[in-house]
C-alpha cells in the first residue's frame, strides 16, 4: 500500500500543475522518488494516528457540513506530511492538497481491499479497523448462531417483490430461489410508521402511541417520535409497560434505531442521544468508529457529494417533465437525502459488521435510505430502484462477513411499514387539513384557501350551521392559534384534531355544541376516508360521508366507511380508541383501493402513517431455519406479535433469554 500510494503521489505530480515533489531548478529521479515515498508514509501515519482525534472533533460538527470538512481536514494532513521531510522542496496548493489526499486514500482503500480479497485473515483485520471495534472475550458458547435483523425501513411487501422480480435486489432474490429463506407479510397497526412499529417490535408494545405526533394533553406537549427527548419518553413508558428491557437485552447491539431494545451496545439510536452513557453508548459514537478510518470519511463524503448531485439532478428531471404528482424538493432536502442514503447507511453497516465479528448474539438496525428517497419521489419510481440496488448491496456486504464470523449468524430482514402512493390533500384540493379544521370551526383561514372549490364548500357548511357568516369581508388570517383554536397535527395521510384547553378527550356531543359544523365538513369532504370520534352514548363512533356514524363495536357487521380499507382495519381502529392519548378527532385520508393511492396531509407522495393501501404491508425475510412466523392460514398482525415472533427465534437459537411474560409463564408451567 505504502508503494501504491508513492507512486500515486508521483503521477498526482506529473499531472496538476500546483502540485511538485522537487525544487524550481529540477532534482534528480531518485531524490524525487524519495520525496514522494516520505511524503506518502508520513501522510499514511498521520492518517492512522492524528485521524482519529480530528474525528472527535467532528462529532461537535453539524452532519450536513461534515463532508466538505472530510476533504479539508484530510488536505491538511498532507500539507504537514510534506512538511515533514526537511530536505524536500515539495509543495502544494491548499486546494491542490486537497485532491491530492482525496485521490491517495481513495486508491489506498481499494488497494488494501484488493489486498485481502484472497486473504481471509488479511480480510478480518481490514474489517475490524473499518468497524472500529473493540476486541472483547467472545460469548461462552460462540457455536450457537447469532442473529442479525436487518430493517430496511419503508420497503412494503409489494415493492420488495417488484425489485426481486426485476432483478434490483439479486442478493434477496438468491435467498428465496435457494430455499434458505421465507418471505411473510404481516399488517401494521393503525399508526404505520416507524415509531410505532419500531417500539412495539423492540420493546414489545406500542401502547398508546396513535400517530407519528400527537398532542399530550397531560404534559401540554407535542410528542415526536423522532424526537429524542419523546424517544426516550416511549421507551421509558414501554420498558415500564412489559416489565422488561426489550429484544435486545442481553449482549444485543442497537445501531441507527429510534429505541434501544434493551441493547448495552448502542450507537446512532435516538433514544439516548439526549444523555451521556460513555464512550461506546453515545447516541453518536457509531460516527467516531467508522470515520475514525481516513479511507472510510473521503470514500463516504465522495459518494454524499455525488448523491446530492444526483438529487438535484432527478428532481430537475422532474420538473421539466411536469412529473405529477410532484412536490418540492430544494433547499436542504438533497443533503438531507444524501445523510440518510449515504452516510447512515455507510455508519451502521459498519457498525453491524464489526458486531458480527465481535461475536454478538443479537444485532438490530435500522436503514432509513429507502424511506426517505420515497416520500418525495415515490415509492415505485426509477429514483427508489436505484437505492433498492444499494441497500441489496449492503445484505450482500453483511453476509459475506458472516462467512469470517467467530460464529454462525443468522440474517432477518424486515421493514417496519410500506409506503402508499399519491398526491398530497393540498395539491388536489387547493388546502390543507388545518385550513379545512379551521373552515369547519368557522375560523379565519388564508385568502388562497378561500378561493378554493374546498375551501367554498367549507364555508358555505359553517354558514348553513351557524346561519351566519364565517368572517367579516376582508379580515386577515392570524397564524398566531388561541389555546380554544384546534391543534391540528399531520402523520402521512393521517390527521389529529386536539383542542387543548380542554383536558380530557372530547366527545362528539362536546365538539358538537362547540363547532356544529366542524364533524360535518370533515366526514363530507371528498378527500376524508372516515373520522374516529368518542361518543357519550356508544364509546366511540367512525363517522363518514353522507351521515354515516357506526358505533366502534358494530363495525364488524356493518363496515361502512372501513369497507375500503380492508380487513383488520375495524381492529385497528378499536385498538387506538382504546389509547390514553387518542386525539379529539382522528382523521383518516381517502383510499383508493383499485391503485393503493391515499392522500397525505404532509407534503410527501410516498406516505405512511394511517389506514390504506401499502402503508400497512410490510414483510419479513427470514431463514429457514427458524421455525415459520405463523401457522398456516394466519396472519402476522401488529408489531407485538412481530416482537413475540423475533423472541422465540432467539430462544431456538439459544440467543439471549429474554425474560418471558407472565402468560407465556403461565402457559409453559402448564
Known amino acids: 500500500m505504502w508503494a501504491v500510494s508513492t507512486v500515486t503521489m508521483l503521477v498526482l505530480a506529473g499531472i496538476l500543475p500546483d502540485f511538485r515533489l522537487q525544487s524550481a531548478d529540477g532534482e534528480s529521479a531518485t531524490h524525487i522518488a524519495v520525496t514522494a515515498a516520505f511524503g506518502a508514509g508520513a501522510f499514511g501515519v498521520l492518517s492512522a494516528l492524528v485521524w482519529p482525534l480530528l474525528v472527535r472533533l467532528l462529532l461537535l460538527v453539524p452532519a450536513l457540513v461534515l463532508g466538505l470538512l472530510v476533504f479539508v481536514l484530510n488536505g491538511s494532513l498532507l500539507l504537514v506530511a510534506l512538511r515533514l521531510n526537511p530536505s524536500s522542496s515539495a509543495e502544494a496548493a491548499p486546494e491542490t492538497a486537497v485532491v491530492v489526499a482525496a485521490v491517495m486514500s481513495a486508491v489506498a482503500s481499494a488497494t488494501g481491499g484488493a489486498l485481502a480479497v484472497r486473504d481471509d485473515d488479511a480480510y478480518r483485520r481490514r474489517l475490524y479497523r473499518l468497524a472500529d471495534r473493540r476486541r472483547r472475550r467472545l460469548p461462552p458458547s460462540p ?3 447469532g442473529t442479525v435483523f436487518l430493517q430496511l425501513d419503508g420497503v412494503g411487501h409489494d415493492v420488495l417483490l417488484a425489485a426481486i422480480g426485476k432483478g434490483v435486489m439479486p442478493t434477496a432474490a438468491q435467498w428465496l430461489e435457494e430455499g434458505t429463506h421465507r418471505l411473510t407479510p404481516w399488517r401494521t397497526d393503525w399508526s404505520s410508521q416507524t415509531g410505532a412499529s419500531q417500539l412495539g417490535i423492540l420493546h414489545g408494545t406500542n401502547h398508546d402511541v396513535p400517530a407519528f405526533r400527537w398532542y399530550d394533553k397531560d404534559s401540554r406537549e407535542v410528542t415526536v417520535c423522532n424526537r429524542p427527548t419523546s424517544a426516550a419518553e416511549l421507551q421509558r413508558r414501554a420498558v415500564e409497560f412489559t416489565g422488561d428491557g426489550g429484544l435486545l437485552t442481553v449482549d444485543g447491539a442497537s445501531r441507527g ?15 439516548i442521544a439526549t444523555r451521556r452513557r460513555g464512550r461506546e453508548n453515545r447516541s453518536r459514537a457509531g460516527y467516531f ?3 475514525s478510518d481516513p479511507a472510510n470519511a473521503v470514500r463516504t463524503a465522495m459518494s454524499f457529494v455525488a448523491e446530492v448531485g444526483r438529487e438535484i439532478g432527478q428532481s430537475t428531471r422532474a420538473v421539466i417533465r411536469k412529473q405529477r404528482p410532484r412536490v418540492s424538493r430544494g433547499g436542504l432536502y438533497p443533503f ?6 449515504v452516510v447512515e447507511r455507510d455508519v451502521v453497516v459498519a457498525a453491524v459488521m464489526g458486531d458480527m465479528l465481535a461475536g454478538r448474539t443479537a444485532v ?15 415509492p415505485m419510481s426509477r429514483d427508489t430502484e436505484k437505492v433498492l440496488e444499494r441497500l441489496d448491496r449492503a445484505l450482500a456486504l453483511i453476509a459475506n462477513v458472516a462467512e469470517h464470523a467467530p460464529r454462525p449468524y443468522r440474517i432477518v430482514v424486515l421493514s417496519d411499514h410500506g409506503q402508499s402512493p399519491g398526491e398530497t390533500f393540498r395539491a388536489r384540493y387547493g388546502l390543507g387539513l388545518g385550513d379545512l379544521v379551521r373552515a369547519g370551526c368557522g375560523l379565519p383561514v388564508p385568502r388562497k384557501a378561500q378561493r378554493t372549490h374546498s375551501g367554498a364548500e367549507a364555508r358555505a357548511a359553517v354558514r348553513a350551521a351557524l346561519r351566519r357568516p364565517v368572517e367579516e369581508r376582508g379580515e386577515k388570517h392570524r397564524p398566531s392559534r388561541r389555546a380554544s383554536e384546534p391543534l391540528v397535527l399531520a402523520s402521512g395521510n393521517l390527521g389529529l384534531v386536539s383542542f387543548p384547553d380542554v383536558p380530557h378527550r372530547m366527545s362528539k356531543e362536546e365538539i358538537d355544541a362547540r363547532h356544529p359544523a366542524l364533524l360535518t365538513t370533515l366526514a363530507n369532504h371528498p378527500g376524508i376516508g372516515f373520522l374516529l370520534v368518542r361518543s357519550e352514548e356508544h364509546g366511540g363512533v367512525v363517522l363518514g360521508a353522507y351521515g354515516a356514524e357506526i358505533p366502534l363495536d358494530r363495525l364488524d357487521n356493518k363496515p361502512g366507511p372501513l369497507e375500503a380499507f380492508g380487513p383488520g382495519a375495524a381492529d385497528a381502529v378499536r385498538r387506538t380508541h382504546s389509547f390514553p392519548h387518542t386525539a379529539d378527532i382522528m382523521v383518516n385520508s381517502f383510499h383508493d383501493p383499485a391503485d393503493g393511492e391515499v392522500l397525505a ?16 404491508r410490510p414483510f419479513l425475510l427470514s431463514p429457514l431455519a427458524f421455525s415459520a ?8 398482525v401488529g408489531a407485538e406479535h412481530v416482537h413475540r415472533v423475533l423472541r422465540r427465534w432467539l430462544r431456538e437459537s439459544n440467543g439471549p433469554q429474554v425474560p418471558l411474560t407472565k402468560e407465556e409463564q403461565d402457559r409453559r408451567a402448564a
Request: glycine letters at 16%; aromatic letters at 10%; zero cysteines.
Open 143 to 145: 457455536s450457537a448462531p
Open 364 to 378: 438490530y438496525a435500522d436503514l432509513v435510505a429507502y424511506d426517505e428517497v420515497a416520500h418525495h419521489s415515490g
Open 601 to 616: 396531509f404532509e407534503e410527501q407522495i410516498g406516505s405512511h402513517g394511517g389506514l390504506g393501501g401499502a402503508q400497512g
Open 289 to 291: 468508529a467508522y470515520f
Open 629 to 636: 412466523p405463523v401457522e398456516e392460514g394466519e396472519e402476522l
Open 336 to 341: 438531507v437525502r444524501a445523510f440518510a442514503t
Open 257 to 271: 434505531n429510534l429505541f434501544s431494545g434493551g441493547a448495552d451496545e448502542q450507537a446512532l439510536v435516538l433514544s
